[in-house]
Structures are given as structure tokens and as C-alpha cells.
């Protein structure tokens, strides 16, 4: 089946991971920066600052093509979306019944499309990277 | 699934590398697909049998537990 247009997903070069590997550190130190200059940036601030840029990177990585983007790559990446959003129901699952257990309650600020956001893609991209370390290691 | 892709590179003097540029896929994948980690799809199953000169069900074949 051809793909249609309005499917078809568009893929960054190669050479965006090597930015969006960047911006793992970066958010870090900004962070932290952000932390100590400013007065009212509590640690949950930072927290959610951290999740929000490790979410960005995450995503380009996810949006990456890889050197030889072939059928098996694009079969690699599929399932890694769907494994990724099944690990990510149970992460969430988890953090709702840790959050239950110790806060007493589901109305917990642990939760913020930040950390969605990050836990998902980070899912994706950990399904990804271990299929192909998979077909590489015989 | 088994396939013979292996046996048909070797009668045919070709490296992974060589099939891989031939069918216009990675090194990669063709030694997954030697090793049954990966089955391909079935206009890649038919380049491979086309540049081995043969026919698909020479190189493919199903196993038991292809219909389970």
C-alpha cells in the first residue's frame, strides 16, 4: 500500500541526533543555572524543566532517520512505537499506585505532560536501540 | 521462517554487502534476515529471489510454527 500524505510521517537527517544529543546536558546545566539565579525556581520547577527538555530530545531522536533507513528499520520503528506506549501505560500505572501509597491520594503533582511526554519517547527510543542491538548481536 | 539466502550468496560468490547494494538495504539486514531474526517483506523476499535468479519458494520456505 502506498503511503498516504496525510500518514506520512517527516523524518529529520541523520545529523539531528547529534543536537538532540546536545540538549540532554544542556538542560542540566540550564537548569541548574535557572535554579540558582532565579529565587522562586523551586525544585519541582527544575524538575519539570529537566522532563521538558529530555522530552525534546527524546523526540528528535525519535525523528531521526538512521543512516540506512531501510524496511527493516521502518519495521524496527514501528513496533518501537507500539512497545513504547505499552511500557509507558505501565510506568504511568506505576507511578499512580507509588503516588496512591505514599501521598494517599491520585490528585498528586507527579504528573505533568512533561513527564508524559518524556517517559513515552524515552520508551520509544529504549524499544528501538534494543531491536537493533538486537539484529546486530547474533 | 527458513530461507537459504546464505546458500544462494555463497553459489554466488556475493558478500552481505554485495546482496545489500544490489537490493538497496542495509549490510544489516540482510545478515538479519540470513539469521531468520528478521523476514522481509514480500517485494524485498522477491528482489532477493530475482537476484538470485530463482524462485521465491527456493529461498523461502514456511516451518510448523508458521501456523501456529
Not at chain 1, 537548569?31 to 529530555?54: C, K
Not at chain 1, 501505560?89 to 490528585?107: E, M, Q, R, Y
Amino acid at each position: 500500500m502506498k503511503e498516504e500524505s496525510i500518514l506520512k510521517v517527516p523524518m529529520f537527517s541523520p545529523w539531528w541526533k547529534k543536537l538532540a544529543l546536545s540538549i540532554f546536558p544542556i538542560t542540566v546545566v540550564l537548569g541548574i543555572a535557572l535554579g540558582v539565579i532565579m529565587e522562586n525556581f523551586t525544585p519541582d520547577n527544575l524538575g519539570q524543566f529537566i522532563y521538558a527538555g529530555w522530552a525534546l530530545g527524546f523526540i528528535i531522536l525519535n525523528l531521526c532517520k538512521e543512516e540506512e533507513e531501510d524496511e527493516m528499520i521502518k519495521s524496527f520503528r514501528l513496533q518501537s512505537f507500539q512497545t513504547g506506549f505499552y511500557w509507558t501505560i505501565w510506568g504511568l500505572l506505576a507511578i499512580v499506585l507509588i503516588s496512591f501509597f505514599t501521598n494517599g491520594g491520585l490528585d498528586s503533582e507527579w504528573f505533568s505532560p512533561y513527564l508524559v511526554l518524556f517517559l513515552l519517547n524515552l520508551y520509544v527510543y529504549a524499544a528501538f536501540r534494543y531491536q537493533l542491538y538486537q539484529s546486530k548481536n547474533n | 521462517m527458513k530461507n537459504t539466502v546464505k546458500v544462494e550468496r555463497a553459489k554466488k560468490n556475493f558478500t552481505q554487502q554485495d546482496l545489500a547494494e544490489r537490493i538497496k538495504v542495509s549490510r544489516q539486514t540482510i545478515n538479519s534476515i540470513e539469521s531468520g531474526k528478521y523476514v522481509p517483506s514480500t517485494v524485498l523476499a522477491l528482489k532477493i529471489a530475482k537476484t538470485f535468479e530463482t524462485s521465491l519458494e527456493e529461498i523461502f520456505q514456511l516451518e510448523e510454527n508458521d501456523w501456529e
